[in-house]
């Protein structure tokens, strides 16, 4: 989201495009988040503790099959023209 976020602006807005909340504090927060990662994993702690990455990257792994198989194949994409349209409730 942070590379996202800069290279939207920075191409398609670059009149708005500012230092310090599109490079400075993206890269403060994602070395923030990588420090607290390492930090959970390094040294592995005990079981069952230590299943967490596993299990997180599995179910992360599942979750990306599970949206390329139902709704990013060719053909099955029309769902994306709606995405940010309201139902319509009575």
Same mark, same amino acid.
């Given at each position: 989201?942070?590379?996202?976020?800069?290279?939207?602006?920075?191409?398609?807005? =670059?009149?708005?495009?500012? #230092?310090?909340?599109? /490079?400075?504090?993206?890269?403060?927060?994602? @070395?923030?988040? +990588?420090?607290?990662?390492?930090?959970?994993?390094?040294?592995? =702690?005990?079981?069952?503790? #230590?299943?967490?990455? /596993?299990?997180?990257?599995?179910?992360?792994? @599942?979750?990306? +099959?599970?949206?390329?198989?139902?709704?990013?194949?060719?053909?099955?994409?029309?769902?994306?023209?709606?995405?940010?349209?309201?139902?319509?409730?009575?």
């Amino acid at each position: 989201m942070n590379i996202a976020a800069f290279r939207f602006f920075r191409t398609t807005h =670059p009149e708005e495009f500012r #230092v310090l909340p599109f /490079v400075v504090c993206p890269i403060i927060s994602t @070395v923030a988040l +990588l420090t607290i990662g390492y930090n959970s994993i390094v040294p592995l =702690p005990s079981a069952p503790v #230590v299943f967490a990455p /596993v299990l997180a990257a599995a179910y992360l792994l @599942v979750g990306v +099959l599970v949206l390329f198989g139902r709704n990013l194949r060719p053909g099955r994409r029309d769902w994306m023209a709606r995405a940010g349209e309201l139902p319509d409730v009575a």
